[in-house]
């Protein structure tokens, strides 16, 4: 492939990913906006973000831009990251906090927050069907499911007794080593090692997580006087938490999986590859 094919791909590459972003992408820029204008003095921001977020969702669906497939996954997201949520701001725990008032909320959290777990899920379910995900050596969902089970009881548990998070890592890699994710761009199925490509989300996760940190969306203990930036060990649970959403996205999607040139070749009847020989 030529340097000027070559670019071309790598710009529809990040085209892509962009359009599988675009609902992320959307509660960011309404964070940082309204981090710095909001003028809507009768209506609470975290409210607003709320409201932003349920229109954006509508206005997708509506575009056919989403599938309801895909708003489904949103909704199952929001569920479950809700729980953690009202868990890890209790009282007792306080891992992070919601400095601003809110009418539309569940305890301490403010119900949009939901959708910023959401938007993980939202970007994992879109860029599946866009990149036409493929894989080889992937792990049987029943193992998968159970592996993200132990993480999320891991989040809750590790407040109280052992954390496992490096045991539950080292589980991952044993599990999806020899797993690829193979993803078309224009024609041509690429690939890369799926342990890698969940690094790299994780990556532009905490990315945009300190973004959210910085326009006050939701801080952190040591950030109550003063923004700081998010230690580069909360890629530690981002990358989990990747994990987690991937596994789910799968119970909704099918998993193809690609065979290996050695595999067909042990599949074709052994007249055909003496004939070869």
């Not at 700081?228 to 989990?240: E, F, I, R």
């Not at 099918?254 to 070869?276: G, H, N």
Request: with cysteine.
């Amino acid at each position: 492939m030529n340097v000027k094919k070559l670019a071309y791909e790598f710009w529809l590459f990040g085209i892509k990913q962009a359009s599988a972003s675009m609902f992320g992408g959307f509660l960011l820029a309404v964070m940082l906006i309204t981090r710095y204008w909001y003028p809507i003095e009768s209506l609470h921001r975290y409210d607003f973000i709320l409201i932003a977020a349920i229109a954006f969702q509508c206005f997708l669906l509506l575009a056919k831009l989403e599938t309801w497939r895909e708003a489904m996954v949103i909704v199952v997201f929001h569920v479950v990251a809700t729980v953690m949520e009202l868990f890890k701001t209790s009282a007792d725990i306080g891992s992070w906090s919601y400095p601003e008032e809110f009418v539309f909320g569940i305890g301490n959290v403010p119900l949009f927050a939901g959708f910023m777990y959401s938007a993980v899920g939202s970007y994992i379910a879109r860029i599946w069907r866009i990149f036409n995900f493929e894989y080889s050596h992937y792990p049987p969902k029943g193992i998968t499911l159970f592996l993200v089970a132990l993480i999320y009881a891991n989040f809750f548990t590790h407040h109280y007794t052992t954390d496992f998070r490096w045991v539950l890592l080292a589980l991952t890699v044993m599990l999806f080593y020899r797993t690829n994710i193979y993803f078309k761009i224009i024609k041509t199925h690429r690939h890369m090692p799926i342990l890698l490509g969940w690094f790299l989300v994780a990556l532009f996760i905490w990315f945009a997580e300190n973004i959210a940190t910085y326009s006050n969306v939701w801080i952190y203990p040591n950030q109550t006087t003063g923004w700081q930036m998010v230690p580069l060990a909360k890629l530690n649970a981002w990358y989990l938490l990747m994990l987690l959403s991937f596994v789910l996205v799968s119970l909704v999607n099918s998993v193809p999986i690609r065979q290996t040139k050695q595999r067909v070749q042990e599949c074709q009847p052994a007249t055909t590859r003496l004939a070869r020989s």
